[in-house]
């Protein structure tokens, strides 16, 4: 009777605490929504369940039958019927329950599927701000672990959650009917057996949340190591973090075996409570058999229905911790899909008139960034460009330049003022017509992982060979391309062949080019390379400012080297978020401020 004994140690029984618990279960109703497409399926999966937890009882009533009349000298003729009979319940419980376990895990995946769509495609929707604060691992292991818990619920616990409640209240049922007397004596050790069970539970609950804590810290702490591999090379730091690594897991070791040694005493305490009530109710019942107020078929069936209802409540004790932790993951879960991006498309979006021209008009424009609200990034902020006009931003780092692209590109809502491409103020136009106006050229180009073209095609997926290739051509980077093992089909990125920095950068301004916006944002373009490949990415940046069909895109460039923009007419100096200067080179020179300044360092 002590088979499932152990696992009550995980966790106490749902009756332990009744208040606290139906508020930690209260996360799962949020999955309602996501099961209700599939409530055929559940009453389905639901009556599959009923089916074999009826055949689960039958068989000690047939048992009893068996030793009661099976061997009958005058039952000779029968007992093939009997077993016949156990034959057909068994089949009717293997294909009930094969048919329930296949419904329900088809559910869980199903489901699980739909909320982890959900999640990504809402976490996609966020504005930049939140995963400013949300750490990227963390947001994947919600994605991948939350979701499995969650799965394994839907999936498999509930049903045999399910399962064990029907099988526990009908073994019960038929232990009443067998022989009250027994039943009454068997609940009698009931109390003793919970009390016991609740008081260790407790101790334990709160042993294997410190254990999973510390496991968390040594896993956040190898990641930190591994996502740094080179530094701690290079620093020779591996002693230190063998060292750190060694003493988080000692940790996490005792941890778990203060938890398991409380574990094992509450497993002997069980058994031994359990064992003795065993012993005292079999006692009482072979008395009755010996004085023939009970036959011994009863007395198996009895017995047969007690490890029933002690396997069913040991395993309903099991799933319940998981159910919590499932909850728990549900509600993380949920959290993320409540939280509701800060910038959002008005309801009656404007609509740009086409042709877009790229009028960019900055108006009185104050912002702080929401993780420093005390601190202005940007402050009285006035500036207008001209269709197809150029623009340098030039300044100290942290003057607030890339912050104006930022705003531009409504990644953020200023705090006051605003911001207008072609006269219409950008807050009143969906993001998405916004954003594919623009394209931006930043200092690190990124690679996805696919091939050059994929990468090329990036924001215009449905763009042909020709155009992909004119766009490269144009970007300066035709020509290494060709020179690649697989021309424009090499894969790059994370498992394809590393890129140089100067060609990175032309395959960004190849993608710029085929997006074909009529605003370009040229973020320290070039800052990262050396001369030689400056000089290509040069070209390229000047092909794509060009426009096309003489229509010059609208450009603002921020450079670090003032080389690069020299020769541009009009040169903005920011610093600490204000324009302290404009003009072109010459005169900025002349005035003797901080692009002076700046000039006689870098020249
Ligand atoms: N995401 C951010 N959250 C908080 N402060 C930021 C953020 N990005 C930039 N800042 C701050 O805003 C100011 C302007 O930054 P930025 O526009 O990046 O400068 P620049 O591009 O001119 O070097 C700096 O003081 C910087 O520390
Ligand atoms: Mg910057």
Redesign the pocket.
Known sequence: MAIHKENDAQAAPPAAAPQPAARRLAPLAALRPFLRPHLRLILLALVALAVAAGATLVLPVAAREIVDHGFDANAAAHIGRYFFGFLAVSVIMGVASATRYYLVSWIGERVVADVRQRVFSHVLSLS?EFF?SARTGELLSRLTGDTTLVQTVIGSSASFALRSIVTTIGALLMMAITSPKLTGLALLSVPVVVVSIILLGRRVRGLSRAAQDRIAETSALASEVLNSMPTVQAYTHEPVDRERFSAATETAFTTGIRRTRVRAVMTAVVIMLVGACIVGVLWVGASDVLAKRLSSGQLLQFLLFAILLASSVGALSELWGEVQRAAGATERLMEILATTPLIRAPSQPLRLAQPVRGAIEFRQLRFS????PE?A?LADFNLSVAPGDAVALV??????????F?LLLRFFDPGAGQVLLDGIDIAKLDPSELRAQISVVAQEAVIFAGSIADNIRYGRPEADDAAVQAAATAAAADEFIRRLPLGYATLVGERGITLSGGQRQRIAIARAMLRDAPVLLL?EATSALDAENERLVQQGLANLMAGRGGRARTTLV?AHRLATIQKLKRIVV?DQ?RIVAQGDHAQLVRDDGLYARLAALQF
């Open positions: 930049p400013e960034y929401p993780s420093r601190h990034a300044g100290p780092s942290g003057a607030g330049k890339s912050t104006v930022q973020d921020i920011l978020g």
